[in-house]
């Protein structure tokens, strides 16, 4: 059983298009964190979540926190060719740095 | 700033064989995470070093081990290899408790 799970796995968008991707697991954490990977690269931080309800924004990208720190999303408006990659959430679980990720969603957008 | 490097890039290996990976973490920080990447999938914590010594591992067995030197570089040694373990191979460095992380671009192994 994955602790986190994400939905979807896979998405196929044109670019303009919006899209949300979904993080959710049946346990509470303190934060999250999302990362996007690009093919050949390691994840990249995009940002940190800690209080329930929280809503973050990065340009174009919106991050939600659920109010039970149990679930978050991310939501991209007007999708580019750049955003493609693997969108990954992650928690902290045992030693201080240790993350435990989800299972991804890919996102390819196409023009 | 130097960030996080890795090599070799690309390595292939036979089953049985024992390989050495390296991690060269960013400038100033002293803690050093490994993680397996399976095509697919998100990356699972393989062990993490602080200050030369083990801290905290996950479920893997002993055949995986690691090394943090003294400029807090790392190796992650993997023995006896099987098929399930081509994998990309992610080095992270981060600064003591610090939750905030540095990946480096990983070592894409291939076992046959």
């Known amino acids: 059983t994955q602790l986190l799970e994400q939905s979807p796995q896979f998405l196929s968008i044109q670019e303009g298009e919006n899209l949300t991707v979904y993080c959710n697991s049946s346990s509470v954490f303190s934060s999250l964190q999302w990362y996007r990977q690009e093919p050949g690269e390691g994840p990249v931080l995009l940002v940190t979540?800690?209080?329930?309800?929280e809503v973050k924004k990065l340009k174009r990208l919106t991050f939600q926190f659920g109010d039970a720190r149990k679930d978050s999303s991310l939501h991209i408006t007007a999708a580019q060719p750049g955003d493609t990659g693997l969108y990954l959430c992650a928690v902290r679980t045992g030693t201080a740095s240790k993350l435990t990720f989800g299972t991804g969603t890919r996102l390819q957008v196409t023009l | 700033e130097t960030g996080v490097t890795q090599s070799p890039t690309h390595l292939i290996k036979t089953r049985g064989q024992q390989v050495t990976l390296r991690c060269s973490s960013q400038s100033g920080h002293n803690t050093v995470s490994w993680y397996q990447q399976a095509l697919g999938q998100g990356p699972q914590f393989i062990f993490q070093y602080y200050r030369e010594e083990e801290n905290g591992r996950g479920n893997f067995p002993p055949r995986f081990s690691g090394l943090q030197f003294p400029n807090y570089s790392s190796e992650l040694n993997v023995n006896a290899l099987e098929l399930d373990d081509s994998a990309l191979y992610l080095c992270?460095?981060?600064?003591?408790?610090?939750?905030?992380?540095?990946f480096g671009p990983g070592t894409r192994l291939t076992v046959t």
């Open positions: 992270a460095s981060s600064l003591g408790g610090r939750w905030e992380q540095y």
């Open positions: 979540v800690v209080t329930g309800g």
